[in-house]
């Protein structure tokens, strides 16, 4: 059956609401449980029946009850034999009336609510009659009454674990096997379908009822099958009822890691119990995880606020315990899963860890080595390096497999994107192409660069602004020179992986990724280079906003720009440090505590700056004012000087759009004669046409953009820039230059 959501009201076009077909099945299964209440009752009125004196059992324990009693533990003592058998509990046939209703109800498009239930949670036809007797008072009450008859105990009225373990098990093996199908541990109580009712003293007395919302589904009511039941130590994908099917084919992101793999199975064969994954960031860290756990032969569990349930719950399952120990360094765990736990969590968890020996697997970006704890268990470690190009593409093709040739070694080049991530693209992909499609999916290759782009953009923050570029290598006016710089800052992003990891160039050098550093005066096209940069390589441009990154507080410069660099490398963006020498300026004698802080913030950035992958660019008026160690580290510097007239001219010709309506006086050749930069003719223009369109100015008709008014807006830049227009440079225009007030 397929995981449907049924609502009340939902009509299939040639059938019944969904709630008709479900109280159908409930009925068939109800009446199948009453037959095994019966069994129940029955059994419990025999051994009433062989006492002499049943009146004085509320009271004392007499001979014959003792002797009643004494058989029925034998049998229960047997009964263990059966468990160290291994055989699983025979299975009893569908039958054949519901088979039908099933038959029926799917030739009409309704799946039922428990089948539902059953396929999302993994749930048994077992684990499926204990839930409906849980639910069974909600129907009527009189249910209650009989389950305390059947445990012989009036108090306990709600469903308990005797009970539901019991009713329909015709043999103390059976009633134990049931049993461990309703352990905390099992699907129903791990989910939440069924919760605890207060504390009992044993676990056999232990009530249960069942989790908000199950009544009501379960009748056809309505609701969502997803948001029934929720295990928050879950790990989507690694063989949990719910994640099953979850992986969409991607690879783990190590496939090529030996030291990964001989690290997990030695995990699975016991020979190491706890194991470190160091170096990993924490995007990447649940598939090193994975890839762990797949070589251990086992499934994740990840932690959550109760690390001895967890514990339990992992050893119960044979599963690995998860746990990210990146807050754990000094004590304090931060947001994470123990924050509020305690005032030393990281104690907290050395004190269960050192009891345990559930194997458990420890990641973060740098180690947490408590020598305790590495002395108590057996302890081993990997630093696990960044997936290559050679694994991305495995990764890429795995998630895509409608992908190759040159877009899958494109995409493996730019993007060095998580498991999760490309599963988001895939999903994301799909999705574009059934919906363009119109009925007939359109190839998933075209719309691949639009799901990267919703999965990885349009992530800034308060330091930084998130820039989709639009502007192309036709809008960017350069010497020669320069523009095929440009180009080639491009290129080298896109050929570095493979220079470094094929070519074995990374062995070689200490500095990843691309660097550039652009200087000019203002206005000259340093930004519009980043931005066209960006758009070439199809990223999204991350600029940094310096006046908010840049702190008085001791290490808040340092937190600022360690965010920023982090963002940029999990969005797989280009970050842009625009006007940078307020951060990367040069060092200078320590004459005061607060130059001693400065110097360290220059320092930590040479060290950020070589261990980026990405593409970083930094544009400054001046390159003097860069740290001469920070020029050093530039594998790219691009000087951009103020335009010259050819230059001029193919930038007052772009200033103006197509649709603008330009008047034939207007001269570009004159203007072009104009000392002036980029920004300031584009500054100019858009003056201009302002005062064209302005009816009331006097000098035009609303309708074109003529030559006085861009006299007029050149004049205006001229003011901004506190530069002198002389009425010389506009030759034969000098008498537009009259004052309008």
């Known amino acids: 059956m397929t995981d449907m959501h049924p609502h009340e009201g939902h009509h299939p076009p040639t059938g019944r609401p969904t709630s008709t077909w479900a109280v159908e099945h409930l009925r068939l299964r109800l009446t199948a449980l009453h037959g095994e209440l019966r069994e129940a009752v029955a059994r419990r009125a025999a051994v009433s029946a062989r006492l002499s004196r049943p009146d004085l059992v509320p009271y004392c324990v007499t001979d014959d009850e003792v002797a009643v009693v004494l058989e029925e533990v034998d049998g229960a003592a047997a009964a263990l034999g059966g468990l160290l058998s291994g055989a699983p509990p025979p299975q009893e046939p569908e039958p054949v009336a519901e088979r039908e209703l099933r038959r029926r109800a799917s030739a009409e498009g309704v799946a039922l609510p428990l089948d539902a239930l059953a396929t999302r949670f993994g749930l048994g036809r077992g684990e499926q009659d204990a839930l409906l007797l849980a639910v069974a008072p909600e129907f009527d009450q009189g249910y209650e009454r009989v389950y305390a008859y059947v445990v012989d105990q009036l108090s306990r009225r709600l469903p308990s674990v005797e009970l539901l373990a019991s009713v329909g098990a015709r043999t103390p093996a059976q009633r134990l096997a049931r049993r461990r199908a309703l352990l905390p541990e099992a699907p129903l109580r791990r989910y939440g379908l069924l919760r605890a009712q207060g504390r009992a003293p044993l676990e056999a007395a232990q009530e249960l009822v069942p989790g908000p919302g199950v009544f009501a589904f379960l009748l056809g009511w309505g609701g969502d099958v997803g948001l029934l039941g929720h295990d928050p130590g879950e790990v989507p994908g690694s063989g949990s009822a719910t994640g099953s099917g979850s992986g969409s084919g991607v690879l783990p992101p190590y496939p090529s890691s030996a030291e990964l793999t001989r690290l997990g199975r030695a995990l699975g064969a016991g020979s190491i119990d706890l194991a470190g994954l160091w170096g990993c960031p924490p995007g990447g860290q649940p598939d090193a995880v994975q890839a762990l756990a797949h070589a251990a032969g086992r499934p994740v569990r990840r932690l959550t606020s109760d690390i001895e349930a967890d514990i339990r719950t992992a050893a119960v399952l044979g599963a690995l315990l998860w746990i990210p120990v990146d807050g754990l360094h000094g004590g304090a765990i931060g947001d994470g899963p123990l924050a509020g736990g305690g005032a030393d969590p990281a104690a907290a968890v050395c004190s269960v860890l050192l009891r345990s020996r559930t194997p458990v697997c420890l990641t973060g970006a740098r180690p947490w080595r408590p020598a305790g704890l590495l002395a108590a268990r057996a302890y081993a470690e990997v630093t696990v390096p960044a997936p290559g190009l050679t694994d991305r593409r495995a990764m890429w093709s795995a998630a895509?497999?409608?992908?190759?040739?040159?877009?899958?070694?494109?995409?493996?080049?730019?993007?060095?994107?998580?498991?999760?991530?490309?599963?988001?693209?895939?999903?994301?992909?799909?999705?574009?192409?059934?919906?363009?499609?119109?009925?007939?999916?359109?190839?998933?290759?075209?719309?691949?660069?639009?799901?990267?782009?919703?999965?990885?953009?349009?992530?800034?923050?308060?330091?930084?602004?998130?820039?989709?570029?639009?502007?192309?290598?036709?809008?960017?006016?350069?010497?020669?020179?320069?523009?095929?710089?440009?180009?080639?800052?491009?290129?080298?992003?896109?050929?570095?992986?493979?220079?470094?990891?094929?070519?074995?160039?990374?062995?070689?050098?200490?500095?990843?990724?691309?660097?550039?550093?652009?200087?000019?005066?203002?206005?000259?096209?340093?930004?519009?280079?980043?931005?066209?940069?960006?758009?070439?390589l199809g990223l999204e441009l991350l600029k940094v906003d310096l006046a908010q990154v840049i702190s008085k507080w001791v290490g808040e410069t340092e937190k600022n720009l360690e965010a920023a660099f982090r963002q940029a490398e999990e969005s797989h963006a280009v970050l842009l440090f625009d006007e940078a020498d307020a951060v990367f300026g040069k060092r200078g004698e320590v004459k005061q505590g607060t130059d001693r802080y400065a110097n360290l913030e220059v320092g930590y950035l040479l060290q950020r700056l070589e261990t980026s992958d990405g593409l970083v660019i930094l544009t400054s008026n001046l390159k003097e004012n860069i740290d001469p160690a920070f020029t050093r580290r530039f594998h790219f510097v691009v000087h951009f000087p103020r335009p010259a007239v050819p230059e001029r001219r193919r930038l007052w010709s772009l200033a103006f759009p197509p649709e603008a309506p330009l008047a034939p006086d207007v001269d570009l050749d004159a203007l072009a004669r104009l000392d002036m930069t980029g920004a300031g003719i584009a500054a100019a223009a858009r003056t201009a046409a302002l005062r064209a369109a302005d009816g009331d100015t006097g000098d035009g008709d609303g309708t074109v953009i003529a030559m006085r008014d861009v006299v007029r807006g050149v004049a205006r830049q001229f003011q901004r820039e506190a530069r002198l227009l002389r009425p010389s440079e506009l030759a034969e225009y000098a008498g537009m230059l009259r004052e309008d007030g």
Do not use: C
């Open 400 to 536: 895509l497999p409608q992908l190759a040739g040159e877009l899958l070694e494109d995409l493996a080049i730019r993007y060095r994107m998580s498991g999760g991530e490309l599963r988001a693209v895939a999903s994301v992909a799909g999705a574009g192409a059934r919906l363009a499609g119109n009925g007939r999916p359109e190839p998933v290759t075209g719309h691949v660069e639009p799901a990267v782009a919703t999965v990885t953009r349009g992530r800034g923050g308060s330091a930084v602004q998130a820039i989709t570029p639009r502007r192309t290598l036709d809008d960017l006016v350069l010497p020669q020179s320069q523009a095929r710089q440009i180009q080639e800052i491009a290129s080298a992003f896109r050929a570095w992986p493979r220079v470094a990891e094929r070519w074995g160039f990374a062995r070689r050098s200490a500095y990843g990724g691309v660097k550039a550093l652009f200087t000019g005066e203002s206005g000259t096209g340093k930004t519009l280079s980043a931005e066209i940069v960006t758009g070439m």
